[in-house]
């Protein structure tokens, strides 16, 4: 019996078509919970910062994108200045309608009162980032966030990545 096993055994090891499948399962199943570790761990360790942390720690990043998302975060860190005093933001429609979108072939998306039409960083004053009015006097802005350069590009970076799975950005009218 134990001669059979073996040679079932040397058999099934020869297949190409199974030992290719066997390899490929192990590799997906190896790379998923390698990916997984490493997004949920790396998030923190390349931030570094804990007043950044304590600002995007509860935000929701999808895993497929958090490699990409953790690459932009190291560039920004590479060719910020430390001491910057700037602010992470957001534009909000104030008013229910249609508002231009360069980011979209229609160029216009529809929002509703409080909806957000932009996130952003600036290391200007509210009234000089905006000199020549907002690009639509629907729009307000609402400072989020203050912190150095790099602070608040990190914190505008993940907030980017989180908004665009968020309900909000999912459920909007498209022309």
Same mark, same amino acid.
Request: net charge negative; proline share 3%.
């Given at each position: #019996? *134990?001669?059979?096993?073996?040679?079932?055994?040397?058999?099934?090891?020869?297949? /190409? @078509? $199974?030992? @290719?499948?066997?390899?490929?399962?192990?590799?997906?199943?190896?790379?998923?919970?390698?990916?997984?570790?490493?997004? %949920?761990?790396?998030?923190?360790?390349?931030?570094?910062?804990?007043?950044?942390?304590?600002?995007?720690? =509860?935000?929701?990043?999808?895993?497929?994108? #958090?490699?990409?998302?953790?690459?932009?975060?190291?560039?920004?860190?590479?060719?910020?200045?430390?001491?910057?005093?700037?602010?992470?933001?957001?534009?909000?429609?104030?008013? =229910?309608?249609?508002?231009?979108?360069?980011?979209?072939?229609?160029?216009?998306?529809?929002?509703?009162?409080?909806?957000?039409?932009?996130?952003?960083? $600036?290391? #200007?004053?509210?009234?000089?980032?905006? *000199?020549?009015?907002? /690009?639509?006097? +629907? @729009?307000?802005?609402? +400072?989020?966030?203050?912190?150095?350069?790099?602070?608040?590009?990190?914190?505008?970076?993940?907030?980017?990545?989180?908004?665009? @799975? %968020?309900?909000?950005? #999912? %459920? +909007?009218?498209?022309?």
């Amino acid at each position: #019996m *134990q001669t059979q096993v073996l040679i079932s055994s040397q058999k099934f090891s020869k297949n /190409p @078509l $199974t030992i @290719l499948l066997i390899t490929t399962i192990l590799g997906l199943f190896f790379y998923g919970i390698t990916t997984f570790w490493v997004a %949920s761990k790396s998030l923190e360790e390349v931030i570094d910062d804990d007043v950044v942390w304590q600002e995007v720690k =509860d935000l929701q990043i999808p895993a497929e994108t #958090m490699e990409k998302m953790i690459s932009e975060i190291e560039g920004i860190k590479a060719k910020t200045r430390i001491g910057n005093p700037c602010a992470q933001y957001v534009l909000e429609a104030t008013l =229910d309608g249609w508002y231009y979108c360069h980011h979209l072939p229609s160029k216009r998306i529809y929002l509703n009162a409080g909806q957000t039409w932009k996130i952003g960083k $600036t290391c #200007m004053e509210d009234d000089t980032r905006y *000199q020549g009015g907002f /690009p639509d006097e +629907r @729009l307000l802005m609402f +400072r989020e966030f203050e912190g150095t350069a790099e602070q608040c590009l990190l914190v505008e970076k993940v907030k980017l990545y989180a908004y665009f @799975l %968020s309900t909000e950005n #999912m %459920s +909007r009218t498209l022309p």
